[in-house]
């Protein structure tokens, strides 16, 4: 670990975050993730059980999670 800060702001430099989603697609995704957990949660409210909520309640909650996090860096607020 001799590498200084500055070497390794040099390198970094050199290679540029290129993102998974792009900022032009960021509100489509967002919303598309938003529908889906709304509708995984009417599914899993329609029949709750023990047995939907590894198949309709987590991937709603994750959709819901992803979705509003995607929607916010879409228009604009950053946390």
């Known amino acids: 670990m001799d590498s200084s800060l500055h070497e390794i702001w040099q390198t970094a430099s050199s290679s540029p975050f290129k ?3 792009g ?4 509100f489509f995704v ?6 889906i957990g709304l509708s995984l949660t009417g599914g899993f409210a329609f029949n709750r059980s023990l047995l ?6 987590v991937p709603a ?8 996090v995607y929607m916010f860096c879409a228009v604009g607020v950053y946390v």
Do not use: E
Request: hydrophobic content about 50%.
């Open 61 to 68: 909650g994750l959709a819901i999670a992803f979705g509003t």
């Open 23 to 26: 900022k032009g697609s960021q």
């Open 52 to 57: 939907n909520l590894p198949v309709y309640g």
């Open 30 to 35: 967002g919303f598309t993730l938003l529908l």
């Open 19 to 21: 993102p998974a989603v």
